[in-house]
């Protein structure tokens, strides 16, 4: 004859059995497991649900939050088919919105504007129906400015210049200017000289008048 504990244990495991299979009926999953982004840049996250056509909008229940190092912070919350904006953490007011038209298809798609580093980490999603109450979690990571990897620089050891100096020349360029200069300036004096020294010296010349030399028989 079973005992009154043995019923009891019994009556445990069957509650137990029958709570495990009403929540395996809805089945919640994540389009992608893991997401990455800039700051100031959007995102849309993305997970499904099992739905069916006969349900009511109205029996459908999620609730959305984020799972930081900091707190929790709630990212989106729907009762009876109804966003309420209330229970939104200020850290994302204004900046979530959803696609009512594909929840009854099974698709819940939170589009998250003008991200921040402080946005990063996990994203849980609870969905309630008739069904029953399941969730997924998925990792989103946003990189600040100052930490995007910079593009590399070309190499400059085979004579290419580096972009970030094109416009200023280097001083080895402006030292080789300023001598040629230098050249070009005592090479045109030198020249001008020259044409001076020259003209004088024709003009000497054409006025130069050799001596009249005397007969000595005249004398």
């Known amino acids: ?32 497991s893991s997401y990455q982004a800039e700051e100031n840049h959007n995102i849309t ?6 739905t069916n056509t006969d349900r009511s909008p109205n029996s459908l229940y999620i609730h959305c939050l984020t ?7 709630i990212l989106f919350h729907l009762r009876e088919g ?5 229970f939104q953490d200020k850290q994302f007011s204004g900046r979530v919105h959803f696609d009512k038209d594909v929840l009854r298809e099974g698709r819940l798609r939170l589009h998250v504007s003008r991200l921040r580093p402080a946005d990063s980490g996990q994203y849980q999603c609870e969905v309630t129906t008739s069904d029953g109450k399941n969730s997924e979690k998925c990792l989103l990571k946003v990189t600040a400015e100052r930490d995007r990897p910079k ?7 085979s004579g290419g210049r580096d972009p970030s100096t094109t416009g200023s020349p280097s001083q080895a360029e402006r030292r080789g200017k300023i001598v ?28 130069y008048s050799p001596p009249i030399e005397l007969d000595p028989m005249i004398l």
């Open 151 to 157: 593009p590399e620089t070309p190499n400059t050891t």
């Open 45 to 50: 996250l993305e997970w499904t649900f099992t």
């Open 180 to 207: 040629l200069y230098c050249v070009v300036g005592v090479i045109a004096a030198g020249g001008t000289l020259l044409g001076v020294c020259y003209y004088m010296c024709r003009k000497h010349s054409m006025n």
């Open 1 to 32: 004859m079973v005992n009154k504990k043995e019923k009891m244990i019994c009556w445990i495991l069957l509650l137990f059995i029958l709570t495990s299979c009403v929540c395996a009926s809805l089945v919640v999953n994540v389009t992608q």
């Open 82 to 86: 109804v966003e309420i904006p209330e």
């Open 67 to 73: 799972l930081t190092d900091v707190r929790p912070s």
